[in-house]
């Protein structure tokens, strides 16, 4: 297994206020708790980047930020959009590109997908991209080849080692609805994913908690987490990496 990582992905949740509460909640438990050699990283909206970022950078132990979005072009008349750049601005080191409920809610495609990773790339941000199959593929026996397509295609503009990139298989189904594969099936998703593209790290997420993050980090090509509901309180993040680290 390459280093552990785990992520929290607030998705539309906390104002700033309460992420601020979050952090130093988070920062107070952390400095009890061993948990070293592991990379935490979190997604807060992009309204609370730069509060957290100010308050993170003063830690002795490192967290990294993540947007869980940016738009592929530099700049220019695109009316709401955040470019790799004014990520890195306030912070950023990583983003989370491709995520299910993009694709779903604001159609994004495998193309947009690809443009945005190598926006990512270029600025020096480690993309993490999400991949995962909808329920119905996974009942017609095609996850395996929709995973492939989608880090394939994820990484067609970048040439070369990945080793500093991050990939979420994340299946569709298992997203917020308690459901989750078991972990060989979760082994035998990550193990292709390793084989199709080289080096990055294969992270998993949908409805990981405190009960089943030991089982998942056991299986040798599973290289850490991200977390959704579960992340947005620090204690049970907390708990959740500290579990899935023994
Ligand atoms: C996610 O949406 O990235 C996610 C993993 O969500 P949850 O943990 O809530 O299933």
Known sequence: MARPCFVANWKMNKTVEESISYIRLFQEQCTTLSIQNCDLILAPPYTALFSI????????????????????????????EISARMLCEIGCQYVIIGHSERRIHFG?????????????ISAGLTPILCVGESAKEREDGKTIEVVQRQVKEGFCKIEGD???????YEPIWAIGTGKTPTPSELEQVHQKIAQSVRGPRVIYGGSVNEGNVAAFMKEPHVDGMLVGGASLSAETFLNIIQVGIQ
Do not use: M
Request: with cysteine; net charge negative; hydrophobic share 45%.
């Open 53 to 80: 970022w100010k308050i993170i950078s003063g830690f002795s132990r490192p967290i990294g930020l993540a947007a869980q979005n940016l738009y592929y072009e530099a700049d220019g008349p695109y009316t709401g």
């Open 108 to 120: 994004e495609t495998d193309f947009s997908v690809a443009a945005k990773v190598h926006a990512a």
């Open 162 to 168: 990945l080793s500093h990139c991050i990939v979420a």
